[in-house]
């Protein structure tokens, strides 16, 4: 499992590679996707994406995260489909999570809490998503529906203790961390 934080573009085509690589194409010695899952953080979009799209198998993003062209979450699920990514989830803050997952789409309710500081809030919930599917991902490297939802369910309970204290992790303390 490797989550990609593509906040920088030289930590997300440096992932997993274990070749020299030409600088201008960092894919040109790649001829398969390896076997272990690899899910995009997508906060925003960047303009260098379509790189490693091809590589992603899960794609996490934010109500802000839009393709090119897209006037709407359907036009990126569908642009992410054009690369391959059958399965997304996409976060909007205290709003239900939505996802789309090899043809089976539904929403996952967030709880409510009492919001003191959401600085940090979808980097826990990707972390935690993220946790979450590498508990659950088998050798043959399915994920169904069904899993992802109580996946979502955890990272959604995790993100939304996250919020109820002030900083990023200020809450930890209260799991004993």
């Known amino acids: 499992m490797l989550p990609l934080d593509l906040n920088e573009k030289s930590s997300a ?3 997993g590679v274990n070749c020299d690589l030409l600088a201008d194409d960092p894919f040109s010695q790649i001829e ?3 076997n272990y899952l690899r899910i995009l953080d997508g906060g925003s979009w960047k303009p260098w994406l379509p790189t490693i799209l091809p590589f ?3 794609a996490v993003i934010s109500a802000d995260f839009k393709a090119p062209l897209a006037t709407d979450v359907a036009d990126t699920v569908e ?3 054009g690369f391959g990514i059958t399965k997304v989830v996409q976060t909007n803050g205290e709003e239900s999570v939505r996802y789309w997952w090899d043809g089976v789409t539904g929403s996952v309710d967030v709880p409510s ?3 003191v500081c959401t600085l940090g809030a979808g980097d826990i ?3 935690a998503f993220a946790w979450g599917c590498a508990q659950l991902w088998n050798h043959t490297n399915e994920l169904n529906a069904v899993q992802v939802v109580e996946v979502i369910r955890f990272a959604t309970a995790i993100a939304a203790k996250s919020v109820q204290s002030f900083g990023t992790r200020t809450w930890l303390k209260s799991l004993g961390a």
Request: aromatic share 16%.
């Open 13 to 15: 085509i440096d992932f």
């Open 32 to 34: 398969e996707k390896p």
């Open 56 to 58: 992603i198998d899960v």
């Open 79 to 81: 642009f992410l489909k």
């Open 113 to 115: 809490v009492k919001t």
């Open 125 to 127: 919930f990707h972390g």
